[in-house]
């Protein structure tokens, strides 16, 4: 089964590079850390204007994957393109331009504790550009704050934001220089359900007003029938499952169902019955 899946992932991404169908396309991506294989030759098209939500158990490679489709880290073996281009063999300056086309949410946030709420978001354009109309950059902060809920906090410093204030003010930065691709890792992690849920509508918001292409890491169940276009599941490395909410649901494959059920295995539940007990 694992390799039919593999088998048909890269012959769905050859035709995806040559019809220009992906925005982004991974094709047969392996990447190893020593001896330790994250990504077996996994291939994907991500769709334009759809929300793509990865999924897997923890140590998969989810995170790994996603840094991949920003050149965050390059593959041992395998192709990466952006918009029909090979981006994985360029140079660190022309990624840096290609980056411009994407916004990133960091699992924590990323924000830089000695700037204001308004110098965070000005930060990527500061990197990228030379800021001359201070009177249009304050314009532009201020809309994105407006687009996150939090016109007001220009002046406000992190630490006096809560989790999910931070949550969002890192993702007006990510929004800051009007990207064609929105990346977030694990973006409801550590907030309530109610605070993950605003986050879930902001995604959906970003995804229709600005009619972006998203892609999602998460391990969040409620979050990926809430907001997925399309739902991969990683195991080991591999795509094991890849279709839309109801295709998931039903999936035959053992380990998809113990992951969206969140049941544990029965290996591991007789390595956890045979082991000592807290007394011996």
Known sequence: MIADNRTTAKRNTAEAVGNGDGVIVLKG??????????????SVAIEKGKTTVVIGPSGCGKTVL????????????????????????????????????????????????????????????????????????NELVRSKLAMVGLDGYQSYYPASLSGGQRKRVALARAIALNPEVILY?????????IRSD?????????QRELAVTTVVVTHDMTSVYKISDRIIML????????????????????????????QVSEEDLEALRSNATVSQ
């Open 235 to 262: 195991h080991e490395g591999r795509i094991v499952a890849d279709g839309d909410a109801e295709h998931i649901r039903n999936h035959e494959h053992k380990v998809v169902q113990q992951f969206i059920r969140g």
């Open 185 to 193: 890792d694990e973006p409801t992690t550590g907030l309530d359900p």
């Open 29 to 42: 991506i392996t990447k190893r850390f020593g001896k330790n294989v994250v990504l077996d030759g996994v």
């Open 66 to 137: 996603i840094k991949h489709l920003i050149l965050l880290l390059r593959p041992n073996e395998g192709e990466v393109y952006f918009k029909g281009r090979r981006i994985d063999n360029i140079s660190e300056a022309e990624i840096n331009e290609v980056r411009t086309h994407y916004g990133f949410l960091f699992q924590g946030g990323a924000l830089f504790d000695s700037l204001t709420v308004a110098e965070n978001i000005l930060f990527p354009l500061e990197q990228h550009t030379r800021i001359e109309d201070w009177t249009a950059a």
């Open 198 to 206: 605003i986050i879930n509508e902001l995604i959906l918001k970003l």
